[in-house]
C-alpha cells in the first residue's frame, strides 16, 4: 500500500481559504482524490485528478475549490477558497493505484478543517 501523509488543515472564519496537501510514499497510478467526512456522516467524495491532470468535483465545491497535483514531488493539493461552514469536516487524501487488473486503495489519516460563521 501506498504510505500517505496529510496537511495543511485548521479553523477559518467564513470567506477564508486554506490549502490541504497530501505526500505519497509512491505514485498514484490510477487517480487521487479528496473526500470528507462530517460528524455524524459518511464520508464523501470531494474531488479527483488523474495521472493525466483530468478533474472532477463534487457540485458543492466548484468554483471554490481546486485540486492539483505535484508529480515529481508525489503530492496532492486542495486548494480551498471561499470556504463555507458546511465545508467543516476531517478531509482524506486516497491514492489509487492499478496493480495488474486491480485496483489498490490507500487512505490518508485525515485532517480536520473547520469554518466558523
Known amino acids: 500500500q501506498v504510505q500517505l501523509v496529510e496537511s495543511g488543515g485548521g479553523s477559518v472564519p467564513a470567506g477564508g481559504s486554506l490549502r490541504l496537501s497530501c505526500v505519497a510514499s509512491a505514485s498514484c497510478t490510477y487517480d487521487s482524490r479528496w473526500y470528507r467526512q462530517a460528524p455524524g456522516e459518511e464520508r464523501l467524495f470531494v474531488s479527483a485528478i488523474t495521472p493525466g491532470g483530468s478533474t472532477t468535483y463534487v457540485d458543492s465545491v466548484k468554483g471554490r475549490f481546486t485540486i492539483s497535483q505535484d508529480k515529481s514531488k508525489r503530492t496532492l493539493y486542495l486548494q480551498m477558497n471561499n470556504l463555507e461552514p458546511e465545508d467543516t469536516a476531517v478531509y482524506y487524501c486516497?491514492?489509487?493505484?492499478?496493480?495488474?487488473?486491480?485496483?489498490?486503495?490507500?487512505w490518508g489519516q485525515g485532517t480536520q478543517v473547520t469554518v466558523s460563521a
Open positions: 486516497k491514492c489509487t493505484v492499478l496493480s495488474g487488473t486491480e485496483l489498490v486503495d490507500s
